[in-house]
């Protein structure tokens, strides 16, 4: 068995979780508060926590521990310059998603108070703000995973 490529593929998979749930989380969180439809806000700011706990948070840990086990076998690569771009966009990524999940928190604990709409409005802005810096980030991470490129 080839270890590199078991790792590579396990980086890949974690890369398409993240993305993917980070999309749909994005998109049902957003439709189930502009519904204004409390029991629908209330159940989607429940479930947004928890998937955003169950399948990012598992898909991140699988993509360090992927990474650092193809540095192991590849430690040159520590000095690529596509390298370390990617390890330092992937990092402000993780520092915007660490205040977009205190946010969700927010948000569903102002899903069951009627008298919380404008707090609730700006933790939705501040929210989608920070998903939208994080989402072009992480399809730049994965453009230089992919393409390798030499500076």
Same mark, same amino acid.
Not at 18 to 37: K, M, N, P
Not at 77 to 90: S, V
């Given at each position: 068995?080839?270890?590199?490529l =078991? *790792?590579?593929? @396990?980086? %890949?998979?974690? +890369?398409? /979780?993240?993305?993917?749930?980070?999309?749909?989380? $994005?998109?049902? #969180?957003?439709?189930?508060?502009?519904?204004g439809?409390?029991?629908?806000?209330?159940?989607?700011?429940?479930?947004?926590?928890?998937?955003?706990?169950?399948?990012?948070?598992s898909?991140?840990?699988?993509?360090?521990?992927? =990474? *650092?086990?193809? @540095?192991? %076998?590849?430690? +040159?690569? /520590?000095?690529?310059?596509?390298?370390?771009l990617? $390890?330092g966009? #992937?990092?402000?990524?993780?520092l915007?998603?660490?205040?977009?999940?205190?946010?969700?928190?927010?948000?569903?604990?102002?899903?069951?108070?009627?008298n919380?709409h404008?707090?609730i409005?700006?933790?939705?802005r501040?929210?989608? *703000?920070?998903?939208?810096?994080a989402f072009?980030?992480?399809i730049?991470?994965?453009?230089l995973?992919?393409s390798?490129?030499?500076?």
């Amino acid at each position: 068995m080839n270890y590199y490529l =078991a *790792l590579k593929t @396990l980086h %890949i998979l974690c +890369a398409i /979780i993240v993305l993917g749930t980070g999309t749909g989380i $994005a998109w049902y #969180t957003l439709r189930g508060w502009l519904s204004g439809d409390s029991q629908v806000i209330q159940w989607v700011s429940k479930e947004t926590v928890r998937a955003d706990w169950i399948f990012t948070g598992s898909a991140v840990l699988g993509l360090l521990g992927s =990474a *650092l086990g193809m @540095l192991v %076998i590849n430690p +040159a690569w /520590i000095e690529q310059t596509w390298l370390q771009l990617a $390890a330092g966009l #992937t990092l402000a990524v993780f520092l915007l998603w660490l205040p977009v999940v205190y946010l969700q928190y927010q948000l569903r604990a102002h899903a069951n108070q009627e008298n919380s709409h404008s707090q609730i409005r700006w933790i939705m802005r501040t929210w989608c *703000l920070l998903g939208a810096l994080a989402f072009p980030l992480t399809i730049a991470i994965v453009y230089l995973m992919v393409s390798k490129p030499s500076f």
